[in-house]
């Protein structure tokens, strides 16, 4: 049996919009196509990357804590994600937003659509592994990518490419927002309202580096290596413990409560709002400094190990913690090896651990309801006690 | 209401209107507290007479469909285009001009999360239905709020970020003018710089305790557009201050502190937004100016009636505070998640079209024979129904007997308990509320949540002592727990009580009336079909709470001696 598509399904949709000022089509939606719609193909995804002026990160007002850790994650991407969890309108959008613009630019094969880096063996990726031959490459910027909320799996994860099976009839897969996010960050605002599935979904390849994909029969493997940042606001519900435990680094951010601080976020908020390209050119040279330190701190990383010292002493501070697995641990040493690194020091030291302490660990506290002191209150105590003040 | 006050709202309604008018999305919106009727739809008029003309204004209804509102694939340009063919949703219609949006106190998480995103950059986003896509989307947002009380609120991340809260419930129909004509005019862009009046703005708002710094930016935004309407660029201190008592009085949580009072501690409820007393040494923001005086003061006496009155009003705040209320709602947006398609019959589940597609796609060449009309061949064992889970949370509600001095113990066994089971909800996903009844009637102290950081506020500020008025109590609960059903829910009631009533329903002391009151309750509690555990408290079995037990039809459980350990374990055991 054969339906005809147009015929049939056309009628469901012909029903009337629900509001009244909609302008309406005149008859049923067969001929709505000169209305308002805007037709996607190829273009679209040039139409997203618009360029637009950012808050600079070097003029945000301090936060000291969230800065500190979005520049260890893009220091060292192998952390494993940032999560930061505050009160409304403190500037976390902004922040990260202001990161993007802030990361230096990297090699990237032209037109793969994983932004493969050129140096790799080209073995793991779906394009690269067919374009052996011409693996010209260019300076991209690193990919922020917003994963908006409502999006759907398909978009995610990436699917049949609906319109070349409509119009050529052929069965090719269209890249997601993970392999968009290859290599660079993907931010996910109010993460604790994202479905359960898409956050295990997104955990799962941001542990594992790798997007599977099986569906419509399709079979599609393509590297995912990003660094995954969440915020949210644990007024509006928490997320659960064992999705807590996948970020490396938890911070926590409030509004300012003293008058100086509060008077100069709203001036340099205004001052940006009236003037955006101006407020911008005066914060380029601090980013541009930023921006040094952070390729110098990459530079660095590698060459830097961690005396044995510093690493019995993060045994040991997990341990009066009671945090579970070695996740904990891990962690730590790689959040202090990276800001170490990035602040130019000889060597990671117990002074570096003191400081990434409450943001690498309070997320993995076994949580006691009846403890009134918060989860960093304990990790400071911990700290003091372990490491001395 | 007051003689000739809601004449004076009303003009100031119209100053708000025109405001919105002038730069919409720069203002970012009003939350309008107000029942449907012709004093709300005379605003919205004028609002609209404020407006340039061709201004889009889009009407958002409360059960918005996802797509509709963010845009998604245009189906049927898409079947006769043959190729994909996006849509506009209704928040990019709106660009340029308004979205109000109806019934906004029971707006889910989702539809709040969209707005705000939308107001925050001016974008759209969509990554939907293989679209991806940035549309423009700079709209101002009218909330018609028709909640009644506290806790029915607008969800606060919207209302954080609207510059105007404007509350038309006590202006009569007599008392609106008939709004005078004008065009809508330039925006605030060119006003000039006012250092001065910007930290004047912050320190207001720090006065009346306004903790997000959205309001000082807001006001400030607002003081230039007043500006900017009055044909100045400069910006003046009678705009700053007009745009104190507009934007910041409104937000209040606090009266500001007379200036020698200063150094007295504040409410330990609100630590978030004490000034610090250190700013007095400052030698750059401690000198507060008299012009600073004359705003504090034109915005104390801007705040509205209503607030005014609960600020001044002494003693502890029961109701949950309005922040958390978003959390409550969130009940009936998860009432079912598409879980992916499965083949199946469209008359048994909602047709997935992008699925269906997707099914077909890849046999057109094969199927399509020549000579026949173009367009899709799509076979039954196409097509695709989205696949719900429906997924009923749990939502267990305390109803405790906080009457009495040995209740006090009582009291922190049952907040134990509640944190306890709480913690254990994180993986499960379900919900905790508490009911308290004490003295003359019963308190919803803790609304539907599984937010810890709430509980934890409000068990904080929970009472005990005076009468037991049983009846209300078991009322109160089994409105929480229908509320619970209604919104998709599985509610379970957990009382602990030793059953001896003494204050009647209609709040007067009398053991026998109070008795009779509560088996009435407990019976219309029974016929509503709830689960219930009722846990005896008193230090022997008491017959009046087994007695009570079987009316409500709850199992009864003696409990001497709990801890809030044991007590979590048996209502544990019970549940299950």
């Not at chain 1, 080209?122 to 010209?136: E, F, I, N, W």
């Not at chain 2, 963010?70 to 049927?76: I, R």
């Not at chain 2, 500001?256 to 400052?282: I, L, N």
Request: glycine residues 10%; aromatic residues 2%; charged residues 25%.
């Amino acid at each position: 049996m054969i339906v005809n598509g147009t015929a049939r399904i056309s009628s469901l949709t012909s029903h009337p919009r629900s509001h009244p000022e909609a302008p309406e089509p005149s008859s049923a939606a067969a001929d709505a196509a000169p209305r308002d719609e805007v037709e996607v193909g190829r273009q679209r995804e040039r139409a997203s990357a618009t360029p637009q002026t950012t808050f600079p990160f070097s003029a945000i007002v301090g936060q000291d804590e969230m800065r500190r850790a979005l520049m260890i994650a893009a220091v060292d991407p192998s952390v494993g994600g940032v999560l930061v969890f505050g009160d409304r309108g403190t500037g976390k959008s902004t922040a990260i937003r202001g990161l993007a613009a802030l990361l230096p630019p990297m090699k990237a094969v032209i037109g793969c659509p994983y932004s493969c880096d050129p140096g790799k063996p080209a073995g793991a990726c779906p394009h690269c592994a067919t374009h052996a031959s011409s693996r010209k490459s260019h300076l991209a910027p690193v990919p922020v990518v917003d994963l908006p909320l409502g999006a759907t799996e398909d978009r995610v994860v990436g699917a049949l490419d609906l319109e070349r099976a409509l119009t050529r009839g052929e069965k090719a897969f269209e890249p997601g927002l993970l392999a968009r996010a290859n290599r660079g960050f993907l931010y996910i605002d109010e993460v604790n309202l994202l479905d359960d599935h898409l956050v295990d979904l997104l955990l799962d390849v941001a542990a594992s580096g790798v997007n599977t994909v099986e569906r419509e029969g399709l079979s599609v493997r393509h590297p995912a290596k990003f660094v995954l940042v969440g915020s949210g606001n644990p007024e509006e519900g928490e997320l659960r413990p064992q999705l807590l435990d996948r970020f490396g680094l938890a911070v926590e951010v409030t509004t300012p409560t003293d008058l100086p601080t509060r008077i100069d976020v709203v001036r340099r908020r205004d001052a940006y709002e009236r003037d955006p390209a101006g407020f911008c050119a005066r914060y380029a040279k601090a980013d541009r400094a930023l921006q040094k330190r952070l390729t110098a701190a990459r530079a660095r990383l590698s060459a830097l190990d961690v005396p044995d010292e510093t690493l019995e002493a993060a045994a040991r501070l997990c341990l009066a913690l009671g945090t579970d697995g070695l996740r904990g641990e891990l962690t730590l040493m790689r959040t202090a090896r990276a800001l170490a690194a990035y602040d130019g020091a000889e060597t990671v030291g117990i002074d570096h651990l003191r400081q990434v302490a409450p943001s690498a660990l309070r997320h993995r506290l076994r949580r006691n309801p009846l403890d009134e002191s918060g989860s960093t209150a304990r990790v400071v105590r911990a700290v003091e006690e372990v490491l001395g003040s | 209401m007051r003689d000739g006050g809601g004449a004076a709202i009303w003009t100031s309604a119209l100053r708000i209107a025109r405001l919105v008018a002038a730069d919409p999305h720069g203002c970012g919106g009003v939350v309008l507290r107000a029942g449907a009727g012709p004093v709300r739809d005379r605003w919205l008029d004028a609002l609209r007479g404020f407006l340039a003309e061709g201004t889009p204004v889009r009407r958002m209804p409360v059960g918005i469909a996802e797509d509709r509102l963010v845009g998604g694939l245009d189906l049927a340009a898409t079947l006769s285009a043959g190729r994909p063919v996006a849509q506009a949703g209704l928040l990019a219609e709106a660009d340029g001009g308004l979205v109000v949006a109806a019934m906004a106190e029971r707006m889910g998480q989702g539809p709040a999360a969209h707005l705000a995103a939308a107001l925050d950059t001016g974008l759209l986003r969509v990554e939907r239905d293989g679209l991806a896509e940035v549309r423009p989307a700079r709209f101002g947002l009218i909330l018609l709020d028709e909640g009644i009380g506290e806790d029915e609120a607008v969800p606060a991340t919207l209302a954080d970020r609207l510059a105007f809260h404007l509350d038309l419930t006590d202006v009569a129909l007599k008392e609106t003018a008939p709004s005078p004509s004008a065009g809508a005019e330039g925006t605030g862009d060119d006003a000039g710089s006012g250092d001065d009046h910007l930290a004047a703005l912050c320190r207001t708002a720090s006065a009346l305790g306004v903790a997000s710094l959205r309001g000082p930016l807001l006001a400030l935004r607002v003081a230039r557009l007043i500006a900017a309407l009055d044909g100045r660029s400069d910006l003046r201190e009678s705009d700053a201050v007009e745009a104190a008592g507009l934007v910041l009085a409104p937000r209040a949580t606090r009266l500001p502190a007379p200036q020698e009072a200063e150094d007295t501690p504040d409410d330990p409820r609100e630590p978030d937004v004490a000034p610090d007393p250190a700013t007095g040494a400052d030698p750059e923001e401690g000198t507060a100016s008299s012009g600073d005086e004359r705003m504090v003061e034109a915005a104390r006496a801007a705040i509205p009636a209503g607030l005014l009155a609960r600020l001044t009003a002494e003693g502890p705040r029961l109701r949950a505070p309005r922040a958390g209320k978003a959390g409550a709602k969130a009940a009936s947006a998860r009432s079912g998640r598409p879980m992916g398609a499965r083949p199946g019959d469209p008359r048994r589940g909602r047709l997935d079209l992008i699925a269906t597609l997707r099914a077909a796609a890849p046999w057109q060449r094969i199927r399509h024979r020549p000579g026949s009309a173009s367009g899709l061949a799509i076979r039954l064992d196409d097509v695709r129904i989205t696949h719900f889970r429906q997924r009923t949370e749990t939502t267990t509600i305390f109803a405790v007997d906080a009457s009495g001095s040995s209740a006090l113990e009582r009291l922190a066994e049952a907040k134990g308990a509640v944190e306890l089971l709480l913690a254990e909800a994180y993986t499960r996903r379900d919900k905790v509320a508490l009911v308290a009844f004490r003295g003359r009637g019963a308190d919803l102290i803790l609304a539907p949540t599984r937010s810890l950081v709430r509980a934890k506020r409000g068990l904080a500020s929970l009472p005990g002592g005076g009468g037991t008025p049983l009846a209300a109590g078991i009322d109160a609960a089994g409105e929480v727990a229908l509320g619970v059903r209604r919104g998709g829910g599985t509610p379970v009631v957990v009382m602990l009580t030793d059953g001896r009533a003494n204050v009647a329903r209609s709040g007067i002391a009398g053991r026998e009336r109070a008795g009779e009151d509560s088996l009435t309750a407990a019976r219309l509690f029974r016929a509503a079909g709830l689960r219930a555990i009722l846990i005896d408290t008193a230090p022997r079995p008491q017959d009046s709470a087994r007695r009570l037990a079987a009316a409500m039809g709850a199992r009864y459980l003696p409990l001497p001696h709990a801890d809030a350990g044991a007590m979590s374990a048996a209502i544990r055991s019970a549940t299950e």
